[in-house]
């Protein structure tokens, strides 16, 4: 049972445009929700994170949008970059229980140039 | 400052074998937890442990074992290996009670 489900699962984007990615979750006892990054060989690296106490997050060219109603919470990749080419997991935990993530299946996204 | 190290990169082993994998964490951090990745999936909890002792633990079968140390390194072990263990295993430090979990690079097992 996947705990969080995230879409696309593949995304092209020109350089200089926006990347959406979306997930969702039906545990409501989630609280912390973070992105991260995956590059090939590599393991996953913080992107950012989000608690449900805000509808926004803002780093860089980095946003998380969160809708707490609709448990819902999206990526957002500003002015996308060649660079920014890699493998994104949305994830969830729940704060009261063990901090284990839940992850996404991920979306891979390409920038062209 | 030295992030989380994994212990081999990859490894390949035969159906029905054991293997053990090896983590250290972050310097500062004292909980470790393990996830596997198969190809083209997230990562999924295996277990987690803080001080000395299996915390949580996901869905996976007791061939899957753990342990850690006191000076917080950990061990993964696998026994009685099948084809589906095949995967990215992924070793995650953090403080216990904080989410600022830091992902080793992995050991990618495959089993023949």
């Known amino acids: 049972q996947q705990q969080v489900k995230q879409s696309p699962q593949s995304l092209i984007v020109q350089k200089g445009g926006i990347s959406i990615i979306n997930c969702a979750y039906e545990n409501t006892a989630f609280d912390y929700f973070p992105w991260y990054q995956q590059f090939p060989g590599k393991g996953p690296a913080l992107l950012i994170a989000i608690r449900p106490d805000v509808s926004e997050k803002k780093e860089g060219r980095f946003t998380i949008s969160f809708n707490k109603s609709a448990k819902q919470f999206s990526l957002h990749i500003m002015d996308s970059q060649p660079g920014d080419s890699a493998t994104y997991f949305c994830?969830?935990?729940?704060?009261?229980?063990?901090?284990?993530?839940?992850f996404g299946t991920g979306t891979r996204l390409t920038v062209i140039p | 400052d030295a992030g989380v190290t994994q212990s081999p990169t990859h490894l390949i082993k035969t159906r029905g074998q054991q293997v053990t994998l090896r983590c250290s964490p972050k310097s500062g951090h004292d909980t470790v937890s393990w996830y596997q990745q198969a190809l083209g999936q997230g990562p999924q909890f295996i277990f987690q442990y803080y001080e000395e002792e299996e915390r949580q633990r996901g869905n996976f079968p007791d061939r899957f074992s753990g342990h850690q140390f006191p000076n917080y390194s950990s061990e993964l072990n696998v026994n009685a290996l099948l084809l589906g263990d095949s995967a990215l295993y992924l070793c995650?430090?953090?403080?216990?009670?904080?989410?600022?979990?830091?992902f080793g690079s992995g050991t990618r097992l495959t089993v023949v």
């Open positions: 994830a969830a935990a729940d704060q009261t229980g063990a901090n284990n993530l839940f």
């Open positions: 995650a430090s953090s403080r216990m009670i904080h989410y600022g979990y830091t």
